[in-house]
């Protein structure tokens, strides 16, 4: 009986050490592979890009490919340069603007720190 709850104490703690080491690695699958970074920007600039992502057309076209988008068809680069165009209007910043007003938070732009 001792014997057998050593081995399961030592199984339990080479997975909890697995589990603890893989927690901290960020990378990706391959170890060779860079740490995967944090992302720089606010929930509210996420979800404003999502937004204008839909609002360019390329959203719907994306799901009409079943996930797989072809970046070489002509309505797909349509919406492309649709998104560039208002990705850097004005529009982005009034929907990031208002996406943190709704929520009642600061309004934090990447890089305006």
């Excluded at 960020?26 to 920007?41: F, H, R, T, Y």
């Excluded at 799901?63 to 209007?89: C, H, I, K, M, W």
Aim: aromatic share 4%; net charge neutral; charged share 20%.
């Amino acid at each position: 009986m001792n014997c057998s709850k050593k081995v399961i104490a030592l199984l339990i703690a080479s997975f909890g050490g697995l589990t603890a080491a893989v927690a901290q690695d960020s990378g990706g699958a391959n170890p060779q592979d860079p740490p995967i970074p944090a992302s720089v920007l606010s929930r509210h600039e996420v979800l404003a890009d999502l937004q204008i992502w839909r609002e360019s057309g390329a959203a719907a076209l994306h799901r009409e490919n079943e996930g797989g988008t072809d970046f070489t068809d002509p309505g797909v680069q349509v919406a492309v340069a649709r998104y560039d165009t208002l990705r850097a209007s004005s529009r982005y910043a009034m929907l990031v603007a208002k996406l943190a007003e709704e929520r009642g938070q600061q309004l934090l732009i990447a890089g305006s720190r």
